[in-house]
């Protein structure tokens, strides 16, 4: 994952650079950028995945604008729109199963559980946009056992291999969290 075992070795944009495909966006990576966002999916169904390599990068990229923050998503982006209602006073009770990651029937459930079945059309004001960022807040804390805050990555990601010995993620969407941790008083 990183050169010599070093993560200071990595230049996250010259990597990014070699392997972007279209030679008219290659310039973009010798900008000079203020904040680095890492957003993925945790996708811990593929056969390529180890719990060591991502325990790795959530304690190396914890500062976007240094190396970059890393936002994992449980199981991936979608769990962004896996509520019925906005608040859901059930959204700490959801969980993906290894057997749907594996089929790749989650997002399909998402699309028929969330609320309007329709993700154009799912947080449509500003306050339903907080109000779901604060559940995944309420959630991390709750995964993490935090009275408050934001819990960190490597926490949230330690309780959500928990869950995945018993061959389930709870769902949960990090990437919101850059909102509050860049300006709290926008979700206000």
């Not at 310039?27 to 056969?47: A, E, K, R, T």
């Not at 699309?111 to 991390?140: G, H, L, M, P």
């Not at 709870?170 to 300006?183: A, G, K, N, Q, R």
């Amino acid at each position: 994952m990183f050169r010599d075992n070093d993560p200071a070795d990595l230049d996250l944009l010259q990597v990014l650079k070699e392997h972007e495909k279209d030679p008219r966006k290659k310039p973009l990576f010798d900008q000079s950028y203020s904040n680095i966002l890492l957003i993925f999916d945790l996708d811990p169904q593929d056969p390529l995945f180890t719990s060591d390599k991502i325990q790795r990068m959530t304690e190396y990229f914890v500062e976007s604008s240094d190396m970059g923050k890393l936002y994992l998503n449980y199981p991936m982006v979608e769990a962004f729109y896996h509520m019925h209602d906005i608040p859901d006073a059930h959204f700490n009770e959801y969980f993906a199963t290894q057997e749907e990651l594996s089929n790749g029937t989650y997002k399909q459930r998402v699309n028929q559980e969330n609320r309007n079945r329709n993700y154009t059309k799912f947080a449509v004001t500003k306050e339903e946009c907080n109000a779901v960022i604060q559940q995944n807040i309420e959630k991390a804390r709750w995964l993490c056992n935090v009275p408050d805050g934001i819990p960190d990555e490597i926490s949230i990601l330690s309780a959500e291999l928990r869950y995945w010995e018993q061959q389930m993620i709870s769902v949960l969407c990090t990437c919101v969290f850059y909102i509050p941790e860049y300006d709290p008083k926008l979700i206000i």
